[in-house]
């Protein structure tokens, strides 16, 4: 019991001796700064001093003093900066260096909820290949994809019927299935591939929900969420005599960025996500070309 009780006393401690660094430090600071200017300013005027001290070499130091005493805030300003989150909003297409860094680990988890997981899958399939000849750290590669069940009739993805209206079709849903089936076979082909060679144990799985795709989400080693929502009202043409089709277009989504690193509340957003996603998987169901390899 009384080790469990130090340490939030230890953690106190530390706390109250970060707020009197954070209270006195630019006081001492501006305190030295201005010493500094003062004392090469008598040194440069007063002639016993400016002996004492060297004449006029001070003469810079008090400038520099002045100088950095003049600046000090802006230079605090900057730092506090740099140390903000980079980036609280990306690109769909920016994808790519987000899953460059996750592959700097030696476990690297990788879940996506989406539409078809295109912009994803791109991204992904060239470093899978590139951990055939080198696999740098990374030793463990999980990677899960939720897709929403094209084998179900849907809203969205439809054509587009009279007055706007949502019409399932068939046809359309199976050409999106037969993308995402050939998606998951490429991925796991490369994990299958890893884990023989011995280096890397990899392993690439799809699984469907009912519904339509709304939220496009992306977590990374579980420290790094990317959250935005498709435009789900976006249409597209197959040909141009063709009928127009509710087709979310996943590229030109807006995605915004919490991590683990950032505030109290990106925190729990990323907790959130990750529990909201590890049970959405669990209720999930393979799809229908895993079953039939299953059977």
Request: with cysteine; hydrophobic share 40%.
């Amino acid at each position: 019991m009384s080790g469990g009780g130090s340490r939030p006393a230890d953690g106190g401690m530390g706390e109250r001796l970060k707020r009197l660094q954070a209270r006195y430090e630019p006081v001492f600071t501006r305190i030295l700064l201005l010493a500094i200017f003062v004392t090469g300013l008598i040194a440069q005027f007063v002639k016993p001093v400016g002996d004492a001290l060297q004449d006029k070499v001070f003469l810079g130091g008090a400038l520099l003093g002045l100088v950095g005493y003049v600046l000090y805030d802006t230079m605090k300003e900057v730092a506090a900066s740099l140390r903000l989150p980079p980036r609280v909003q990306v690109k769909s297409r920016e994808m790519g260096s987000f899953v460059n860094e996750a592959f700097r680990a030696r476990t690297v988890e990788i879940c996506f909820l989406g539409y078809t997981g295109e912009t994803l899958y791109n991204e992904l399939y060239h470093r899978l290949e590139g951990l055939l000849d080198d696999p740098g750290p990374t030793r463990h590669v999980i990677v899960r994809v939720l897709i929403p069940d094209f084998g179900r009739p849907m809203t969205v993805p439809a054509k587009v019927g009279p007055a706007g209206a949502p019409v399932d079709d068939p046809a359309f849903r199976s050409r999106l299935e037969l993308r995402c089936r050939e998606y998951d076979q490429t991925l796991a082909g490369l994990a299958e591939r890893l884990t023989e060679l011995g280096r890397v144990t990899a392993e690439c799985e799809y699984r469907v929900f009912p519904g339509i795709p709304k939220d496009k989400i992306c977590i990374f080693n579980r420290e790094q969420v990317l959250h935005g929502l498709y435009d789900v009202a976006a249409r597209t043409l197959l040909r141009s005599s063709g009928p127009e089709y509710y087709d979310p277009k996943g590229y030109r989504t807006d995605l915004n960025v919490w991590s683990r690193e950032g505030s109290e509340d990106s925190k729990a957003v990323v907790a959130t996500w990750n529990r909201h996603f590890d049970a959405l998987w669990s209720l999930a169901a393979k799809p229908g070309w895993r079953q039939g390899n299953a059977a």
